[in-house]
């Protein structure tokens, strides 16, 4: 331990509680190299003199702070990133020479982005929103930049509308708020003056949007690309990420709760999973199809507000990515981090989807006004991890700097050893897809159904689904303050699904039904149901990577509890002990139990499942905390499974809960451990 020492003598506070360095290379330094000397107090004219402008380490310090910031994305501000890996399966060589994926086995970096659009950098993680779902796979051949969403389809079909679009979702320009919500006028005035938005309002009412984690989410790539093979013979693609752990979503009363209890619930989970060992893990899935399959279509593959239905084209798994690392730094990965859909690699193609044009624009332009500098790919988190060469030079922050003299192609400097050429062998090229027509501003009359898969949407849903988004909307439109959006919200409804419409308008307290919206073709109510748009028809079959919360006492039974952490860690599954003091708690054994959070910082929002695993005196003191009470009422409310003692009746007792245990709350014993841990994979009880 060093000795406090006091800087150059001064008498000032704060010097007193700062260590001398212990070895050399600990010795504080400006940005230039100079050795500090004292980091605390400011060079001045006398003991309480004004400071002195020739104090550089105060105007270095000062200056750098000043200027910390850089301007954060537009949309997708709020996000957060990991490393990893994608390990491809091999079996798509055949139709793509993309290097990543020949060989089965073989593995690429990759670092990943998670996001929501709206809010600013520091909205809460469980706003109602789409998120950002972006991919950087640094291959041998350059990078390859997925930047998709967790919802595989979009608002608009032509990106000229991108702005309008998210003008729209953010603050209102004049009153600056609300923050990282859509439930507003202006989202919802754009939105029912837009046909085409309807298919993705349908996913992003849905809970889809409010996901119970990063880890369980799916990822789509929405456009259709194409994967070109090495006789150059091309096929259509869209590319799927399956969350291995399968896919979970919050209640929306529970998003509303999170976001206060812990507004950072997604990047901590993420965070905290990686640093456990518990590595979240996606499979990326391909539907490729060909030009015969587009053409016959009910829809415009172009077209980024329609999917295909996986039972129309399965999705065949290509290989699997696995989050293992979390960032150094935030800023210099997360932040820094420069995704461009125009990042595209030999084997993959672009097609001529509007929006996606738009975006292969657009990347590239935003990153020069975040980072400030053409050279942005120089930053490690955005170089390519394969050899580069070419014969861009100079701009702000150059840090790759070829030595010699050829900076110009065709050059004679054959003898120099930096003297890149492009390769019409191993070089991309693009496909050469026959293009004709007039130069005109049109949308294709293949784009104008905009409510038939909507419609399919909503009607492959679950009735619990279905209530869901009927209430999502409710929700939304009554933020909504001037009637005529609302109604002409309803009247779209009623071109995707009658008793939806009447619905909304019912709880909305509409006293008169509009008419539907005209539409330009007529929609088909008619296309078959698709399970794979269900999240509850495809349930995860484990609760490994959930968390259970705990809620302990002294003297509580501890036999009861080690069954029930073992049956735990079996499955793969997290826990934390929310108890009366933060120390934790000292069983009926008297062993001492480590807590992890105090009974008002630890909300069964946070969870999910939980456990009362208290005597009954430690039951009769929580019934006097009205955070115990809404720990046991919130997880009841939630539909979520509630493990018990018999000695926590007084709590149930005090919350009117005792007369309505029903199969979704299971007692624990000393050996149902293993009975609970099943009985809670199906994560909710959703008969209560
Ligand atoms: Fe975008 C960021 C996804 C349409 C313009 N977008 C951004 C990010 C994701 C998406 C995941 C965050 C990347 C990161 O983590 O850094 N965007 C999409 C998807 C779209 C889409 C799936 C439709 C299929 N975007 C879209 C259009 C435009 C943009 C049509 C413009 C014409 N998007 C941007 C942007 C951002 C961005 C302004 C903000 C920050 C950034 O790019 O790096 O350029």
Not at 336 to 363: H, K, M, W
Request: aromatic share 10%; with cysteine.
């Amino acid at each position: 331990m060093a000795e406090s020492f006091k800087y150059g003598g001064n008498k000032g506070s704060g010097g007193e509680l700062h260590q001398k360095p212990e070895a050399d290379n600990q010795v504080m330094t400006t940005a230039q190299g100079c050795p500090v000397s004292d980091d605390q107090n400011s060079l001045k004219a006398g003991e309480r003199g004004p400071t002195l402008i020739e104090d550089h380490i105060l105007r270095e310090k000062l200056f750098h702070f000043d200027h910390e910031r850089i301007p954060e994305r537009v949309v997708h501000a709020r996000g957060y990133g990991a490393h990893g890996h994608f390990e491809s399966y091999g079996n798509v060589s055949e139709v793509t020479c993309a290097d990543l994926f020949q060989k089965k086995g073989q593995k690429t970096p990759v670092f990943v982005r998670f996001s929501t659009v709206a809010g600013n950098k520091g909205s809460p993680d469980l706003a109602r929103d789409v998120r950002g779902f972006a991919v950087k796979f640094y291959t041998n051949e350059g990078n390859w930049d997925l930047v998709g969403n967790n919802i595989p389809v979009f608002f608009i079909q032509d990106a000229i509308k991108f702005p309008d679009l998210i003008h729209s979702a953010k603050q209102e320009p004049d009153r600056g708020f609300p923050q990282a919500q859509t439930a507003h006028d202006n989202f919802w005035d754009f939105i029912s003056l837009t046909p085409e938005s309807m298919h993705m309002v349908m996913w992003a009412m849905s809970d889809r949007a409010i996901p119970r984690s990063l880890r369980f989410m799916e990822g789509f790539g929405v456009h259709t690309f194409k994967l070109v093979n090495a006789k150059g013979e091309e096929k259509f693609v869209k590319f799927h990420w399956k969350p291995k752990l399968g896919m979970q979503s919050v209640v929306w009363n529970e998003a509303l709760k999170i976001n206060g209890a812990d507004p950072d619930f997604h990047r901590r989970d993420l965070w905290n999973a990686i640093e456990a060992g518990d590595y979240p893990e996606w499979e990326l899935g391909v539907q490729i199809f060909d030009r015969e399959f587009a053409d016959k279509f009910a829809f415009d593959v172009l077209d980024a507000t329609k999917l295909i239905p996986e039972e129309e084209v399965p999705v065949k798994l290509i290989g699997k990515m696995v989050l293992d690392r979390v960032v150094d730094n935030f800023f210099a990965e997360t932040e820094q981090v420069a995704f461009c859909t125009q990042n595209i690699v030999p084997g993959i193609d672009f097609t001529e989807d509007p929006l996606l044009q738009g975006r292969n624009f657009s990347y590239l332009d935003t990153q020069l006004k975040r980072l400030g500098s053409p050279n942005f790919t120089h930053l490690p988190i955005n170089a390519p991890k394969c050899p580069f060469r070419h014969l861009q030079q100079d701009g702000h922050m150059a840090m790759h700097n070829p030595k010699g003299r050829v900076n110009y192609e065709p050059n004679s400097w054959q003898q120099d050893q930096y003297n890149p050429r492009a390769c019409p062998d191993t070089g991309f090229k693009s496909t050469a897809e026959p293009i004709s027509g007039s130069k005109l501003r049109y949308r294709s009359e293949t784009f104008a159904d905009h409510y038939s898969q909507a419609a399919q949407f909503y009607r492959s849903q679950t009735e619990i689904e279905q209530i869901h988004i009927q209430d999502a909307l409710t929700f939304e439109l009554s933020k909504v303050e001037t009637l005529a959006i609302r109604e002409r919200m309803v009247s779209h409804l009623l071109n995707i699904d009658k008793k939806l419409a009447h619905t909304v308008a019912e709880k909305l307290g509409l006293q008169e039904m509009p008419a539907a919206a005209e539409t330009a073709i007529k929609p088909n109510s008619k296309l078959n149901v698709s399970d794979a748009l269900s999240m509850l028809k495809n349930p995860p079959n484990t609760f490994k990577g959930r968390k259970l919360g705990i809620l302990a006492t002294d003297d509580m039974d501890e036999s009861i509890f080690n069954t029930l952490i073992q049956a735990l860690e079996k499955e793969g599954a997290m826990y934390e002990v929310i108890a009366p003091t933060v120390n934790g708690v000292k069983t009926d054994q008297g062993t001492h139990i480590k807590g992890d959070q105090l009974v008002n910082g630890g909300p069964s929002v946070l969870y999910d499942a939980v456990a009362i695993v208290v005597s009954e005196k430690g039951a009769e003191k929580l019934a006097d905390i009205p955070e115990a009470k809404d720990f046991l009422m919130d997880a009841f409310a939630h539909k979520k499974f509630i493990g018990y003692t018999q000695s926590a009746m007084p709590l149930f007792a005090e919350t009117n809960l005792k007369g309505k245990i029903d199969n979704g709350c299971i007692e624990l014993t000393s050996s149902n451990g293993k009975e609970f841990t099943k009985e809670v994979r199906a994560l909710r009880f959703w008969q209560r």
